[in-house]
């Protein structure tokens, strides 16, 4: 696991929108595995930017989605698949024809569950996934103990999760929905190379456990330990409590410009 330390969350999304980038040049119909959230939104602004300069074609570039509301209508503002239409297709110019998702709303869950695996292993699988981090290390909604060899599936929210998450059903909890299809981590574990972003000190304590602490499904996002191409970006808050961060100043510092992330 390579973790790099930058100064901010701008900085974090530069370099890992830079590295979308690369891969993007190197294979245009890349399929990008995404996640909602207020925390990647400076990548999906810095690769925005990248597309509208010309610095990189993103006219082929597929479009995966990490996790999705269950019960909620497609076309509802706050479905992730919404969100992702308005923060991520349509600023780099696409159609959902480049878009990939779980059926929230469909009648028979597991089955839907089951068929997004199999569509993602059809499509040659996910390139470059991007992921954020609760303070309790979960990933997705892949809460603390669950399996660390999990497909994607039905999960129940925590209560204080739809508290957190009503601010977007205008503060009505009644609203917010139960449950979420999530990519399990074993299908998370699955795409080529694993680049997780966290900012702010609230996750120092669930970058350190994800970082150097054991493998343990008590914290979900330790298992991209287990993972070949896993990179760890936090700015200088989240990486607050990391007992080898000089450390990692000093190998991502003097490691070679080409090798990128």
Not at 125 to 134: A, S
Request: charged share 25%; proline share 6%.
């Amino acid at each position: 696991m390579e973790v790099v330390i930058v100064p901010d969350a701008k900085a974090g999304g530069e370099l890992i929108a830079e590295a979308m980038a690369r891969l993007l040049r190197r294979k245009p119909d890349a399929l990008l595995g995404v996640a909602t959230g207020s925390t990647p939104l400076p990548i999906y602004q810095a690769l925005t930017a990248k597309a509208r300069s010309g610095a990189v074609d993103t006219s082929r570039a597929r479009i995966a989605q990490l996790d999705e509301y269950v019960g909620l209508p497609a076309d509802h503002p706050e479905s992730y698949r919404s969100v992702l239409r308005r923060e991520v297709l349509e600023p780099l110019g696409l159609g959902m024809e480049a878009f990939m998702g779980p059926d929230g709303t469909a009648e028979d869950i597991p089955e839907a569950c089951e068929a997004y695996d199999k569509a993602l292993a059809e499509a040659g699988g996910v390139d470059l996934q991007l992921l954020g981090i609760g303070t309790d290390g979960h990933i997705g909604f892949n809460e603390p103990c669950s399996s660390l060899a999990s497909r994607t599936r039905i999960k129940t929210l925590t209560q204080q999760t739809r508290i957190d998450n009503a601010r977007f059903f205008g503060g009505d909890i009644e609203q917010v929905p139960h449950h979420v299809i999530t990519q399990g981590i074993g299908t998370i574990l699955e795409a080529r190379h694993l680049v997780l972003l966290a900012t702010g000190e609230g996750k120092a304590d669930a970058v350190a456990a994800t970082v150097e602490g054991p493998v343990a499904a008590v914290c979900p996002a330790s298992a991209l330990q287990l993972h070949p191409h896993a990179t760890v970006v936090v700015d200088e808050s989240a990486a607050s409590k990391l007992k080898h961060a000089d450390y990692f100043r000093h190998t991502y510092d003097n490691k070679p410009d080409w090798q990128g992330i």
